[in-house]
Each structure stands twice: as structure tokens, then as C-alpha cells.
């Protein structure tokens, strides 16, 4: 297993879109391992390939309080959702910056186990709104895309000034 690097915003690669798998293989039951390792040592309650440069639709999370609930989604998609509710969200790519956004309360979503196996999952509170999160990385969408003009340029002018003290 290895720990891989996670692209920060505004990376622009963080708004490619990302491309179907088109055979859980060796190759993704890695990437699916390395990216669990990754987001448990953060620590996150998900993480999707686009945030760590790797152009394929494959997202795991984990929002059990003991870390034991890994979830792999491959080719996820929504097939329907409804309800609304307001969670403040972070991002690994984003760190640092907590900021409500308004999301489904429920979601079915279809997606491929690590074992290429299709499956239907119904998710509700934060899971629904992890689930949104992670499948709006690989569309390339960054959660504070939802955020005012004025607070995106709060958050890109405070991130620019980390990066130049870091750098
Ligand atoms: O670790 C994470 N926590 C979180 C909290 C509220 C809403 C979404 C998230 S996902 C985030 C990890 C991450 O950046 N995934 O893309
Ligand atoms: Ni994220």
C-alpha cells in the first residue's frame, strides 16, 4: 500500500471529468487500497481519484466513528435523490475551510464494489452528503464552487497566502 499525494485547490486538474473504469482489475483494487490508506491517514470521511491525479471514476469512504465501514464506489451514479439539507462540509483539498453548503437529504446511487459487482445503495444524512461530495470531484467540482463569488475569493486569497508561507 502507499499513501499518495492529494492535489490542493485550485489545482486546475482538480476540474477535469473524471473517466469510466472499464474493468475492476488489479490495477483499481490498488488504487481503491492506496486510496483507503490515504484518506485513513489524513484522516477523511472520503476521498475520490480525481483529488489524488488519477483519471478514473472510483471513490471510497468511511463515515463510521471506528473507521471499519470502508465503502467503494466504481462508476458511482445518482439515480435519484430528494430532500435538502445544510451540512458544513471541508475538504482535503481545500484544508482548512469549513463552510455550509445545501445538498440532497436522500440519495440512491448505483455504482460498481471492488470486486466489480453492480450495487444500489439508499444513503441519508452525511453519507448522502459524502456520496454528492465525492461524485462531484470526479465531475470537477470543488465544494466551495457553491459558495459566493465573495466568499470563493476569501478562500482563494487566504489559500494563496498559506501556500506562499509554506512554500
Ligand atoms: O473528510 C471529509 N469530510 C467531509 C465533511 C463534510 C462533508 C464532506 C466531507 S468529505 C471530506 C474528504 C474529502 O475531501 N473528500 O473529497
Ligand atoms: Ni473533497
Given at each position: 500500500m502507499a499513501l499518495l499525494p492529494i492535489l490542493r485547490y485550485p489545482?486546475?486538474?482538480?476540474?477535469a471529468r473524471a473517466r469510466p473504469v472499464e474493468s475492476v482489475d488489479d490495477a483499481i483494487r490498488k488504487l481503491v487500497a492506496d486510496m483507503a490508506e490515504t484518506m485513513y491517514e489524513a484522516p477523511g470521511i472520503g476521498l475520490a481519484a480525481t483529488q489524488v491525479n488519477?483519471?478514473?471514476r472510483v471513490v471510497v469512504i468511511d463515515v463510521s466513528e471506528d473507521r471499519s465501514g470502508l465503502m467503494v464506489f466504481v462508476?458511482?451514479?445518482?439515480?435519484e435523490k430528494s430532500g435538502e439539507q445544510t451540512c458544513e462540509e471541508g475538504c482535503l483539498s481545500v484544508p482548512g475551510v469549513y463552510e455550509k453548503v445545501t445538498r440532497a437529504q436522500f440519495v440512491r446511487v448505483r455504482a460498481l464494489n471492488g470486486r466489480g459487482e453492480p450495487f444500489e445503495l439508499e444513503a441519508e444524512g452525511l453519507l448522502a452528503v459524502c456520496i454528492q461530495h465525492e461524485i462531484d470531484h470526479l465531475d470537477g467540482?470543488?465544494?466551495?464552487?457553491?459558495?459566493s463569488q465573495l466568499k470563493l475569493n476569501r478562500i482563494k486569497s487566504k489559500l494563496a497566502k498559506k501556500s506562499r508561507i509554506t512554500a
Open positions: 489545482d486546475p486538474r482538480l476540474h488519477v483519471d478514473k462508476n458511482p451514479e445518482i439515480v467540482k470543488v465544494f466551495v464552487e457553491y459558495l
